[in-house]
């Protein structure tokens, strides 16, 4: 099979595919005699994702693999293609994600410590629920609470490969107005602004 043939297929298969690809499972569209090497694969990825350049699509590697996806500064007009906006991110839901991603493994009380108020049940429930967060473990004190961490999902929603590509915290608290994928406000959610309970003692929130 020739180069061009196998590029075709690599195409193929990333544009089908309702989810990221990773190398070993684009490896395994083809039978052994026929089977690429990692490198001439990584190879035909970059030429794909050349060839992008000034397109309105992008090929990207995020945590879980390549996919291609619509260019950000492009995201206002295809949105209006869905009937339903999605809410904007409310922001007590936002400054919980951030400091566990910035700071996991992390306890719900020590999120609470920073932010100086109480965490939603409904917010941990919605992170959990969408897959961007996850249980790693119990931290060894009195009553061994979960501790937090976040998830491959979280990053290839946020087109990440890792944790080192997180963007400034301002940028996650505060997102431009055509970030993909928004949240359901919280129940509640108003605070001072989000409806959450101001606790007593140090806490500073998030900026």
Request: hydrophobic share 40%.
């Amino acid at each position: 099979m020739d180069r061009e043939q196998l590029k075709r297929i690599v195409e193929a298969a990333l544009l089908a595919a309702d989810r990221p690809l990773s190398l070993d499972r684009l490896l395994g569209l083809f039978p052994e005699p026929e089977r690429p090497s990692r490198e001439l694969l990584r190879a035909l990825l970059a030429e794909l994702a050349e060839a992008c350049a000034g397109r309105g699509v992008e090929l990207k590697e995020v945590a879980s693999g390549w996919r291609y996806q619509v260019r950000r500064e492009l995201a206002p007009w295809v949105g209006r293609l869905f009937e339903e906006r999605p809410p904007r991110y409310s922001r007590a839901l936002l400054e919980t994600l951030a400091l566990i991603a910035y700071r996991q493994p992390i306890t719900r009380a020590e999120i609470e410590e920073v932010r100086g108020v109480a965490v939603s049940s409904h917010i941990i429930r919605t992170l959990l629920e969408r897959e961007w967060i996850r249980v790693v473990g119990h931290k060894e004190v009195p009553g061994r609470p979960a501790l937090y961490g976040t998830t491959r999902q979280f990053l290839d929603h946020f087109g990440l490969r890792s944790l080192g590509e997180l963007p400034p915290l301002a940028e996650l608290v505060d997102p431009p107005p055509e970030a993909a994928g928004a949240l359901p406000p919280e129940e509640g959610s108003k605070a001072p602004e989000d409806g959450e309970e101001k606790r007593s003692g140090p806490g500073a929130t998030l900026h």
